[in-house]
């Protein structure tokens, strides 16, 4: 596309974006719509979302997973200055727990001051950035030699066993919820894994346990897993995974909903929106 866009070609991205607007949004009351993330986003392309805003006279809530408090606050209050009523509020997200009573004694007030509502400050939740056993396994292709019934189960944690044994013991204890990563040809760290609150094993090199591992966690139904990649590879793909957060998993989404519901001010969007809940 830049190729095209910078040769000048005309690419009617206004025109067709609003075509599948009309199309999507034919016969329904209401249209959620997500943003690329900046108002600014598409200006080259001759339709930035501040216009799309515009032409379908939008109402927008923006959310923003915390980081700076300065950038937080800059980039509201722009979006305030350049909306102005068609800002609904905004909402802050993965606060980290700590920060939950500074967003709602400090930041909020001083929004609420310069006409930003705050919808919702939605703390962060290990939970949601868990990943299933089984996404696990497809994204590293390995194979699950044993408990495959377990695929669904979440991983909040990956611990990497390249220690030695006593160490391993002692680390393993503090982290509950975990997969750990290790070479296959670890057993005394597979029989460490095997003992704490360990919900997989994920073996690297293409290396297989020992029978007697295999046996172990097939009673403690903990899954098994033998994957190519060597555990650099494969701990780097298990976090770009956690740092996804995929509601594709029913007890997440029922986490999720349970949060939002509890955490979004629903009462002022559907007032500010003329809706009745």
């Known amino acids: 596309m ?4 910078v040769k000048g070609e005309n690419l009617n991205i206004r025109e067709k974006t609003m075509e599948a607007f009309h199309i999507a949004s034919s016969g329904k009351d209401i249209m959620i719509i997500r943003g690329i993330g900046r108002l600014t986003c598409g200006t080259c392309l001759g339709f930035s979302e501040l ?25 509201f209050l722009y ?14 997200n993965l606060v980290p727990s700590a920060k939950l009573e500074y967003m709602k004694n400090t930041i909020q007030p001083f929004l609420t001051k310069h006409g930003v509502d705050t919808l919702g400050i939605i703390r962060r939740d290990p939970l949601l950035r868990a ?12 194979k699950i030699l044993c408990c495959e019934e377990k695929a669904d189960e979440l991983i909040e944690h990956f611990v990497i066993g390249a220690m030695n044994l006593e160490s391993a013991i002692q680390h393993f204890k503090k982290i509950s919820d975990k997969a ?3 070479g296959g040809d670890r057993s005394d760290i597979h029989a460490a894994a095997l003992e704490t609150s360990t919900k997989c094993l994920i073996l690297t090199g ?3 346990p020992s029978y007697s591992i295999l046996g172990r ?20 793909t298990c976090e770009k ?17 349970g949060i939002i519901e509890k955490e979004v001010d629903f009462e002022t969007i559907y007032r500010k929106l003329g809706l009745t809940k």
Do not use: C, W
Not at 131 to 142: E, P, Q, Y
Not at 249 to 257: L, R
């Open 131 to 142: 990943t299933s056993i089984r996404d696990i396994v497809t994204a590293l292709n390995g």
């Open 2 to 5: 830049l190729q095209r866009l």
């Open 206 to 208: 293409d290396l297989y």
């Open 217 to 236: 966690a097939h009673e403690a139904n903990i899954p098994v897993i033998v994957v190519r990649a060597d555990t650099a590879t494969t701990i780097e």
């Open 51 to 75: 216009d799309f805003i515009t032409e379908v006279n939008a109402k927008v809530i923006f959310v923003d997973k915390f980081e700076s408090y300065i950038e937080m606050l800059d980039g």
């Open 180 to 182: 750990v990563i290790t």
């Open 79 to 92: 979006a305030s200055n350049v909306l102005k009523e068609k800002l609904l509020g905004v909402i802050f």
């Open 241 to 257: 995974l956690a740092d996804t957060t995929q509601l594709n998993n029913m007890s997440k989404i029922q986490h999720a909903s």
